[in-house]
């Protein structure tokens, strides 16, 4: 590693693309002219936080890092039980039942003896600490945070913010002052909460999601600003500014599990028969094996729904790089129309699954997870040594390849990812 390189990223959580304007988004656009642009910047399956989070972590898609949802079935005791990846103690318990947390190295495990990472993150603990679940680096998020070895931080080194547009600049603060100016080191890593949190409870288009994009475009700003300073002292830095997906305005919720007992296929509302895990606009579908019967049938009712917009059976699992869970049956995306404006004039709607455990998900408000085109039109920008300014890369770019464009750029191997470095794309 080249001593004086060192990255930056900022992840705008839930950012779409065509947001990205000059009224709306002044800090951004004006990053835009000076760094390359990826027209075609596309998230995962599904295009959750927790799901994206482990991509940009390992540069692997799903089916190599084995995280399949936010919201994924396990087998726990011999029958299938639901598991929230958010909920802080969701890492111990899959490396309980599944004997790791993540299948693929990290960014944190990777740098841990070449200039180290620091990350700060304001969405869910489980999406914050599913980028260094074995302790390499340092993780700071308001449900604790953590040094090397999974030691605690405590006191005023802790980072005890809300999860609001408040709480997300005071982290760019700490972020800017302490991983940017202070420690320096290989990888810094900000995660921002909004616009994402603003989306989910308030329509797209409306005043107060306007108002959440620009709060949220000062804070990109704040970082910008920090990155230059620094390159004005001398240092050599990579900027990458981006989200994790976009958002769809729902517009309908289908409850699955109801829709699978009127059909017979599910024994009940708490049985594990038949498990389904709700990830916002998608969905997985778990059988247990000794009801293994059930798959075909289940199989040719879901194809037969106007709700599903996707179903991916276990033979596409590959093409969409899905992990083949224990009992994953199927893989689904609800039902969009790209075409169709919200109450704003917003384009693209999407049905949503019910979510799990009595969640919220609020029609008209913004939603996640499936194949549609603006839930699937995350935003990434790249200012720096390797980047024309002014540039695009109009070919596909995912979130799996920000792992190997950082390392590229560090001078650090890692081959075998799914990801490629953007450096060498047109």
């Not at 599904?46 to 399949?68: D, N, Q, Y």
């Not at 490396?95 to 990290?106: D, S, V």
Request: charge should be negative; include cysteine; hydrophobic fraction near 40%.
């Amino acid at each position: 590693m080249t001593e004086k390189r060192r990255t930056a990223v900022l992840v705008l959580d839930g950012l779409r693309r065509d947001f990205v304007t000059p009224e709306l988004m002044p800090r951004l656009s004006a990053l835009r002219e000076r760094a390359t642009w990826c027209a075609q910047h596309g998230s995962v399956f599904p295009s959750v936080t927790r799901v994206v989070s482990s991509s940009v972590a390992t540069g692997c898609r799903p089916a190599r890092h084995g995280l399949a949802g936010n919201t994924i079935s396990l087998v726990d005791e011999g029958r299938l039980a639901l598991f929230d990846a958010g909920k802080p103690e969701f890492i111990a318990e899959k490396q309980r039942l599944t004997g790791q947390a993540l299948a693929m190295p990290t960014l944190a495990d990777r740098l841990a003896s070449a200039g180290g990472a620091v990350i700060f993150n304001n969405v869910s603990p489980g999406a914050a600490y599913l980028h260094d679940p074995l302790g390499h680096g340092h993780v700071y998020h308001r449900a604790g945070s953590f040094g090397p070895g999974r030691e605690p931080i405590t006191g005023e080194q802790a980072l005890a913010i809300a999860g609001d547009l408040d709480g997300d600049a005071e982290l760019v603060k700490r972020f800017t002052a302490e991983a940017i100016e202070g420690a320096k080191p290989a990888l810094a890593l900000a995660w921002l909460g909004h616009p994402d949190t603003t989306q989910h409870a308030v329509p797209l288009g409306s005043p107060q999601h306007h108002e959440a994009l620009r709060r949220a475009d000062a804070h990109a700003g704040a970082v910008i600003d920090a990155v230059d300073a620094a390159r004005e002292r001398g240092e050599e830095i990579l900027l990458l500014v981006g989200s994790d997906h976009g958002h769809q305005t729902v517009s309908g919720v289908v409850d699955i599990d109801a829709e699978l007992i009127v059909a017979g296929l599910k024994d009940g509302p708490a049985s594990t028969d038949v498990v389904v895990a709700p990830n916002g606009t998608a969905a997985l579908i778990y059988v247990d094996p000794k009801h293994c019967d059930r798959v075909a049938r289940l199989g040719a009712f879901l194809a037969g729904c106007s709700w599903v917009g996707r179903l991916i059976a276990p033979d596409e699992f590959g093409a969409f790089g899905i992990p083949a869970d224990e009992g994953l049956a199927f893989a689904l995306a609800m039902a969009a129309d790209d075409e169709a404006d919200n109450a704003y004039g917003v384009p693209g709607l999407s049905l949503a699954a019910k979510p799990a455990s009595g969640k919220p998900d609020r029609l008209g408000c913004g939603q996640h997870g499936g194949l549609g085109r603006y839930e699937q039109s995350p935003v990434l920008m790249l200012d720096g040594p390797g980047f024309a300014a002014g540039g695009a890369i109009t070919e596909p770019t995912s979130a799996i390849d920000l792992a190997p464009t950082l390392l590229a750029f560090l001078g650090h191997d890692a081959p075998g990812l799914d990801g490629r470095p953007l450096q060498s794309r047109p």
